[in-house]
T-cell receptor, first 114, second 112 residues
Framework: DAGVIQSPRHEVTEMGQEVTLRCKPI?????LFWYRQTMMRGLELLIYFNNNVPIDDSGMPEDRFSAKMPNASFSTLKIQPSEPRDSAVYFCASSHLRGLKGYTFGSGTRLTVV | DQQVKQNSPSLSVQEGRISILNCDYT??????FLWYKKYPAEGPTFLISISSIKDKNEDGRFTVFLNKSAKHLSLHIVPSQPGDSAVYFCAAPSSGTYKYIFGTGTRLKVLA
């Protein structure tokens, strides 16, 4: 398996623009997570899905953030409008069962909003 | 809700010596606690876990200790190698949900 695939790897955008981050989970994994990494807060969970259904979005910082999972092999995280404080590395992760080995993370998308 | 703290943002250790990384959590859970390792420009990768019914788990050079009464985890790396230089995150389960809460990470630098 190719692992969790995220695109793009890097995104630079101007404040106010819409940004869409993409994720393809590992086939067969029924949980998908979006995390954001910043120096101050470490790895923050934004939202997670089970069987394509959003279960917990309590970490989504504002209404400007939205996430969808239209099918088992694809998810998006959208920020509209983007702001400089959204600059961070965004990770997608997937898993089948929690416990022994946690999640498998993608390589992340480094977002810079100028 | 669960909170996880890694109070040491960075740690430097000589090659061959022991590295000890610490982590505190707030809510006791009957579940697994995890450690992840992260290299620059890569996603975190699973390193080692420990069940809450145990107090120690060992995997090669890596040992994780769990002190349930103190709500404290530690990761020991012996002997430390330059390739171990990375950011290490601990993660604790969140009650009633499927999610893990991560700490802010400790950047380990192993000096050759």
């Amino acid at each position: 398996d190719a692992g969790v695939i995220q695109s793009p790897r890097h995104e630079v955008t101007e404040m106010g623009q819409e940004v869409t981050l993409r994720c393809k989970p590992i086939s067969g994994h029924d949980y998908l997570f979006w995390y954001r990494q910043t120096m101050m807060r470490g790895l923050e969970l934004l939202i997670y899905f089970n069987n394509n259904v959003p279960i917990d979005d309590s970490g989504m910082p504002e209404d400007r953030f939205s996430a969808k999972m239209p099918n088992a092999s694809f998810s998006t995280l959208k920020i509209q409008p983007s702001e400089p404080r959204d600059s961070a590395v965004y990770f997608c992760a997937s898993s089948h069962l929690r416990g022994l080995k946690g999640y498998t993370f993608g390589s992340g998308t480094r977002l810079t909003v100028v | 809700d669960q909170q996880v703290k890694q109070n040491s943002p960075s740690l430097s250790v000589q090659e061959g010596r022991i590295s000890i990384l610490n982590c505190d959590y707030t809510n006791s859970m009957f579940d697994y606690f995890l450690w992840y390792k992260k290299y620059p420009a890569e996603g975190p990768t699973f390193l080692i876990s420990i069940s809450s019914i145990k107090d120690k788990n060992e995997d090669g050079r890596f040992t994780v200790f769990l002190n349930k009464s103190a709500k404290h985890l530690s990761l020991h790396i012996v002997p430390s190698q330059p390739g171990d230089s990375a950011v290490y995150f601990c993660a604790a389960p969140s009650s009633g949900t499927y999610k893990y809460i991560f700490g802010t990470g400790t950047r380990l630098k192993v000096l050759a």
